[in-house]
């Protein structure tokens, strides 16, 4: 495969046929410029890597819709950034997350009061959850269970931006009233 090619012209020319051959070479040109990227939002090398190499699979996977509305280097750069970034956003969540269970479960424990299993839990926000209209679950199973963007579900529903981000919003409300309601939250 001739390293000569700009990463354009090697996409045209050599991913219908010889796909791993495409993927080894831009691999092979942008893996350290990606980890360096990684390694600058993230600031710890073991995520660094790990990210590079969920990025490059997920570039791979979606390399066939590289339209060339930019240069390749520009559109990996967005991948790899809107990745870590998200990745980021889902530890931070998490970490959150932890720390609301553990001060809820403090509270419970002050109180004397019986917490809910997480058993229980679960089958309250089931339950909450099939009270939605369907419409109102898909979006919120697009959204924190499949983790897609606010744009994507937007652009897959031919909707606008502020509009998915309300219904997404009123939905979440809903759950929280109803799971409020069984004393889940």
């Not at 495409?22 to 890597?49: G, M, P, Q, W």
């Not at 679950?137 to 502020?162: D, F, H």
């Not at 929280?176 to 889940?184: F, G, P």
Request: glycine letters at 2%; charged letters at 25%.
């Amino acid at each position: 495969m001739s390293t000569l090619l700009t990463d354009e012209a090697l996409i045209r020319e050599y991913l219908p046929g010889q796909p791993n051959e495409c993927f080894e070479t831009l691999y092979n040109r942008y893996a350290n410029k990606v980890y360096r990227h990684c390694l600058s939002i993230t600031k710890d090398t073991e995520n660094a890597h790990d990210f590079t190499h969920d990025i490059f699979i997920k570039m791979f996977s979606k390399l066939d819709t590289f339209h060339e509305r930019s240069s390749f280097s520009t559109w990996l750069y967005s991948i790899t950034h809107n990745y870590c970034a998200g990745q980021l956003r889902l530890a931070k969540r998490f970490t959150l997350s932890t720390l609301d269970e553990a001060t809820e479960r403090d509270s419970y424990t002050d109180e004397g009061q019986d917490m809910p299993t997480q058993e229980q839990a679960l089958q309250q926000l089931k339950q909450a959850m099939a009270s939605l209209s369907a419409n109102e679950q898909t979006l919120l199973r697009l959204k924190y269970e499949q983790g897609m963007r606010i744009e994507e579900i937007a652009q897959l529903y031919n909707l606008k931006v502020s509009t998915v981000k309300m219904r997404i919003k009123r939905s979440r409300e809903k759950i929280y009233r109803l799971c409020a309601n069984q004393h889940l939250f």
